[in-house]
């Protein structure tokens, strides 16, 4: 009897305090797309934005959609994304494969070269200077080839190609199937799931992507979303005169709303995907 | 020991013997190629370019030609000497181990009440809004506190003037700086860092929890006498690993949401080196003062390594 109510009480308090933790992550997003949708006269009415706006307004949307800069970097984060992510992934595999053979002779070697860059590293101003001397300042390749390779993801994509039996791969060498072979038409079809993980962490990271193109990138037409959306942000007045019926803030969060809508929007169909990386992650680790 | 007649022969049949080796590999080694160029290029070329920490770098003359600094520590000195190099120093520092001691507790929490709740839709539910935040940018999230904080329309300073008449400069002031990343950190990674405990949870022994609840313990006790104790040893794993990183107080946060009038508690070496370096242009100060930091990340990280190894041989 005691313990039923002891249950229950402890039950209360649980699901409380678990209701407040997903009200507060998600709150701050909502009431940013309120504020998105509010306009300039339910502010001067209520002097303030309210957390539901009693009348809505896709002015702001338009406005920023019409703000040129927007539109560019969403085709230049998506092609950086896609390009990047596809080459991120061929090249990560690539590495993992081999490593994951134990006899390749020198393997410990290419590990520990690996190994290494994750422990140390030249900082930023050196990494700078070889950019800049390979010629990609200001070039789309800037954003894709300095972060090509995740050391980690390679480390994971590996381990997981280790726990493959082998048997299978002997047998279809005996088959005469080339390395090339054997890797795309079993290796990788057998595990997906890791691949899947790995890609959407690349593709999150381009899609968020901001230091390389604040570093690499001087050249305001190739600037990528992240960048764009930073200065929407950091300016104060002067995306008002844009249209007098929406206020700064209603802009700003408009195109907060915009940039992180694909990922919002992504994010609960891959979920699984993505919380199974990071305890492939922290397993390694 | 071996004579000399038998060993020659040996060696050279084993260095055959890998050539063979190697050639019978020689499609994997195709296969390493492309990523070994790009750690060349990208990792190890500018593991090389620190030499310019130690030299006057001039863009025009590139690595190789510029001359070397004198003394050869001149940039160190500068930076040693500097006012800068103490405020720089502790502000890594203390934001690292304020994100670290206050972002420790609510993911274990977070954890242990997901791992109470029975209702599996709800769990799920709350599980996929908390991991959220996760995979906004900071530059999002920096859109997220204007609108909630921001002096003059945010939500919260709204409140706070119907209660109190005055606004407070949330973004802007010294005061609240610190606080603001070690929350925002914590609200981006509340749910996200559950995962790993709720994972060291699920392998728990279940038959722990029956012989208590026959014993008749109650689920407090259990959680504090077998839900806690389960998880220990990964706690203090990852609290021993994320002391490595405290050269690192998060770059990426700091440099989206700072402003000229927080850089006294808020500008850390990262921040430093990236406005010196790249911004204005004085390369060699700004990697000596990067070189700096990655040495001490480096012991830092190893030693961590170390004392985590050797702490879970203990327990496993």
């Known amino acids: 009897m005691v313990r039923g109510v002891e249950d229950r009480v402890i039950n209360g308090i649980v699901y409380t305090i678990l209701f407040l933790a997903g009200l507060v992550a998600v709150f701050p997003l909502l009431y940013v797309v309120s504020v998105s949708l509010t306009p300039l006269s339910v502010v001067h009415k209520s002097g303030s934005f309210p957390i539901i706006p009693r009348e809505i307004t896709f002015s702001a949307y338009r406005t920023i959609w019409e703000y040129s800069g927007m539109v560019q970097a969403f085709g230049v984060t998506a092609m950086v994304t896609i390009v990047g992510t596809l080459l991120n992934m061929i090249i990560t595999i690539l590495l993992a494969y081999p490593l994951s053979r134990k006899k390749l002779p020198g393997r410990s070697s290419f590990l520990m070269m690996i190994l290494i860059t994750m422990l140390f590293s030249g900082g930023m101003v050196p990494t700078y200077l070889i950019v800049k001397s390979l010629g990609l300042l200001n070039t789309y390749w800037s954003l894709i080839l300095p972060g090509l390779v995740g050391s980690f993801n390679v480390l994971i994509v590996k381990s997981f190609f280790e726990q493959l039996p082998e048997e299978i791969f002997e047998s279809a060498k005996m088959d005469g199937a080339g390395e090339f072979r054997i890797l795309a038409q079993m290796t990788v079809p057998l595990s997906t799931s890791v691949i899947a993980t790995i890609g959407l962490f690349y593709a999150v990271g381009h899609w968020n992507d901001f230091f390389q193109a604040i570093m690499y990138i001087t050249d305001r037409s190739m600037f990528p979303l992240q960048v764009v959306v930073r200065e929407i942000l950091m300016q104060s007045q002067q995306l008002e005169n844009f249209e007098a019926t929406t206020p700064a803030q209603t802009l700003k969060m408009a195109a907060v709303v915009m940039a992180s809508l694909p990922v919002i929007v992504v994010y609960p169909f891959l979920q699984k995907y993505f919380t199974k990386g990071m305890l492939l992650g922290s397993i390694k680790g | ?316």
């Open chain 2, 1 to 316: 020991m071996a004579t000399p007649v038998l060993e020659k022969p040996r060696k050279g049949m084993l260095k055959w013997d890998i050539g063979r080796r190697i050639w019978q590999y020689r499609v994997l080694y195709i296969m390493l190629l492309p990523g070994i160029v790009y750690y060349i290029l990208f990792k190890y070329l500018p593991m090389y370019g620190v030499i310019i920490s130690f030299k006057d770098f001039r863009i025009m003359e590139g690595i190789m030609a510029s001359p070397w600094a004198d003394p050869w520590n001149k940039h160190f000195l500068t930076f040693f000497e500097s006012p800068y190099f103490y405020q720089l120093l502790r502000n890594t520092i203390l934001i690292s181990v304020y994100k670290l001691i206050f972002g420790i507790v609510p993911p274990i929490l977070m954890a242990i009440l997901l791992n109470e709740c029975r209702v599996r839709w709800f769990k799920s539910l709350v599980q996929t809004l908390t991991y959220m935040p996760h995979f906004l940018s900071w530059v999002i999230i920096y859109g997220i506190l204007i609108a909630l904080l921001s002096q003059t329309s945010g939500l919260v300073n709204t409140w706070i003037k119907d209660m109190t008449g005055s606004t407070i400069p949330f973004l802007t002031s010294p005061t609240y700086f610190r606080s603001l990343l070690v929350t925002s950190e914590i609200w981006q990674n509340l749910g996200w860092g559950a995962i790993i405990y709720l994972a060291a949870m699920s392998g728990i022994d279940t038959t722990l929890y029956e012989a208590a609840r026959v014993d008749g313990a109650s689920r407090l006790r259990m959680i504090w006498h077998i839900t806690l104790p389960g998880i220990r040893s990964v706690i203090v794993m990852l609290f021993i690993l994320n002391l490595g990183h405290i050269m690192d107080a998060g770059f990426g946060q700091i440099y989206v949401l700072y402003n000229l009038q927080v850089y006294s508690v808020a500008d850390i070496i990262d921040t430093w080196v990236f406005r010196t370096g790249l911004q204005q242009m004085n390369f060699s100060l700004a990697s000596a003062v990067g070189l700096f930091k990655s040495v001490i990340g480096f012991v830092l990280v190893l030693a961590s390594n170390r004392i985590a190894k050797k702490w879970g041989e203990g327990i496993w």
